[in-house]
T-cell receptor
Framework: QKEVEQNSGPLSVPEGAIASLNCTYSDRGSQSFFWYRQYSGKSPELIMSIYSNGDKEDGRFTAQLNKASQYVSLLIRDSQPSDSATYLCAVMDSNYQLIWGAGTKLIIKP | DAGITQSPRHKVTETGTPVTLRCHQTENHRYMYWYRQDPGHGLRLIHYSYGVKDTDKGEVSDGYSVSRSKTEDFLLTLESATSSQTSVYFC???????????FGSGTRLTVV
């Protein structure tokens, strides 16, 4: 059974600090990795995709991938109250099926 | 954005009645997906399509059927709705198989 694991949280971070969200996956053949943000009552929104080892930065967001450790993370710098949401990690397996984590609830405290 | 429209946005139906949810996309994406999302279960794949008339089952397909007669439309049918099918249903699309998905706004279905 292919799995993607995330801490459910909630993860509470002060405004202006760095929020660090983590995800591990079981399928070593996975090639594509995604972070989605989901506000309460809304649909998931793709915020980052990463395909190779290392860091990928987009504005305040940085995705980090370590395939050897089967680990992907999302860093949010200068956290804002509007970043409060559930963050879903999704991993595309070797059959191009997207395996979803259960999500981490992030709360940014003003 | 993929321009994905789901209809209806909300629906209340009675147990045993058939229900069809519609997903319409304007981006000519080849791949389309139906998910349900429930507290404690996360996103679960119901059915997906990799082209017109080409569909396959996901992990929770029992009680559901799909059809895709045109690239832009993907229909999800609950043949005989049950209370366990009360959920939020999301449609998603992507242009290539290894790309991230774009989601529609969802349909909240209540079966009473």
């Amino acid at each position: 059974q292919k799995e993607v694991e995330q801490n459910s949280g909630p993860l509470s971070v002060p405004e202006g600090a760095i929020a660090s969200l983590n995800c591990t996956y079981s399928d070593r053949g996975s090639q594509s990795f995604f972070w989605y943000r989901q506000y309460s009552g809304k649909s998931p929104e793709l915020i980052m995709s990463i395909y190779s080892n290392g860091d990928k930065e987009d504005g305040r967001f940085t995705a980090q991938l370590n395939k050897a450790s089967q680990y992907v993370s999302l860093l949010i710098r200068d956290s804002q109250p509007s970043d409060s949401a559930t963050y879903l990690c999704a991993v595309m397996d070797s059959n191009y099926q997207l395996i979803w984590g259960a999500g981490t609830k992030l709360i940014i405290k003003p | 954005d993929a321009g994905i429209t789901q209809s209806p946005r909300h629906k209340v139906t009675e147990t045993g009645t058939p229900v069809t949810l519609r997903c319409h996309q304007t981006e000519n994406h080849r791949y389309m997906y139906w998910y349900r999302q429930d507290p404690g279960h996360g996103l679960r794949l119901i059915h997906y399509s990799y082209g017109v008339k080409d569909t396959d089952k996901g992990e929770v397909s029992d009680g559901y059927s799909v059809s895709r007669s045109k690239t832009e439309d993907f229909l999800l049918t609950l043949e005989s709705a049950t209370s366990s099918q009360t959920s939020v249903y999301f449609c998603a699309t992507n242009r290539q198989s290894n790309y991230g998905y774009t989601f529609g706004s969802g349909t909240r279905l209540t079966v009473v």
